[in-house]
Each structure stands twice: as C-alpha cells, then as structure tokens.
Nanobody, 116 residues
Framework: QVQLVESGGGLVQAGESLRLSCAASGNDFSIIAMTWYRQTPGNQRELVAS???????NYAESVKGRFTISRDNVKNTVYLQMNSLKPEDTAVYYC??????????WGKGTLVTVSS
C-alpha cells in the first residue's frame, strides 16, 4: 500500500509560479514511477508529467518548457515546479504512484487556480 498526500496548490496570477509536492508513504519509493495528472470539471484526468525510477521524464506538450517534475528518494517526495502559469493550467492536480504489481495509487488532489 502506498499513501500519497499532495500539497502546494493555491491561487496565483498568470505568469507566476507554484511548486506542488506529493509525499509518499510506504517502502521502495525509489523504484516507483510517479506521475502528475490534472483534471477540470467535466473532463477526464490528463497526464501532466511523469518520472521513472531512473529519473527519465515525460511531459504533456502543453506544459513543456514551463513545468519540471523531480523526485527526492530520500524524502519520498515528488515535485512539480510550475512556472509561467496560465489560466488554462487551472485544475485539480493529482499525484499517482505506480503501477505497482498492477495497482495504481492516487492522492486526493490539490487545487491550482490561475487568474488572468
């Protein structure tokens, strides 16, 4: 079992930055792929950024060059640095761990609101 707690969301103006954190409980965090998703009302969750156990990263086209995902395997935490935020980045951001033996684990999300 893995428990995830996201933090760092809030209200910012367009052009500003936020850093989201996702703290994971449980063992073997370093071998788990971690992913940030986001969701707006009425829409499916979309992948924002992912990072493998080896540190390889992948980004949605819409955030490339603005967002950076990273992980600290000592602190069992994955981060999402979001720069040059746009109103269209407004969403609830979720952290996912896995798959782990076929299971995915999700946090409860943190709300990011970007005003124009």
């Amino acid at each position: 079992q893995v428990q995830l707690v996201e933090s760092g969301g809030g209200l910012v103006q367009a052009g500003e930055s936020l850093r989201l954190s996702c703290a994971a409980s449980g063992n073997d965090f370093s071998i788990i792929a971690m992913t940030w998703y986001r969701q707006t009302p009425g829409n499916q969750r979309e992948l924002v950024a992912s990072i493998t156990s080896g540190g390889s990263t992948n980004y949605a086209e819409s955030v490339k060059g603005r967002f950076t995902i990273s992980r600290d395997n000592v602190k069992n935490t994955v981060y999402l640095q979001m720069n040059s935020l746009k109103p269209e980045d407004t969403a609830v951001y979720y952290c996912k761990a896995g798959p782990i033996y076929g299971m995915n684990y999700w946090g409860k999300g943190t709300l990011v609101t970007v005003s124009s």
